[in-house]
């Protein structure tokens, strides 16, 4: 008897993405996991994509294997639009809906 286990992309984006400034270049973006009946395997990473709110700059991905992560080298006091989706071995998932998060002005 074989057992084959159903594995695709997942079928949701992470739950309750929220981000901070940590500092007037760097944002800290977290997230809860994926619904369990939304996972359609294991997930092996999650993919965050940010860009600048305003201009034409192209979205920039970074990978992390955790339910967080710092984006770093940022603009000051610049809002960033950021989406996450999570992967499977199969591929990835849809992009949850943008949080916008502003960088910290510098202190005087």
């Not at 992309?9 to 973006?29: C, F, H, K």
């Not at 990473?45 to 710092?70: A, C, L, N, R």
């Not at 998932?93 to 005087?108: A, F, N, Q, Y």
Request: proline content about 8%.
């Amino acid at each position: 008897m074989s057992i084959f286990l159903l594995c695709s992309e997942p079928g949701a984006p992470p739950d309750n993405v929220r981000g901070q400034n940590t500092s007037s270049t760097s944002i800290l973006v977290q997230w809860d996991a994926v619904p369990e009946d939304k996972q359609h395997g294991e997930i092996k990473h999650y993919t965050v994509i940010y860009q600048k709110k305003e201009g034409d700059e192209q979205p920039q991905p970074v990978d992390s294997p955790d339910k967080s992560v710092v984006l770093e080298m940022l603009d000051k006091y610049t809002e960033y639009s950021i989406r996450v989706s999570a992967a499977t071995i199969k591929g990835s998932g849809p992009l949850s809906i943008p949080i916008v998060v502003r960088t910290d002005e510098d202190s005087k």
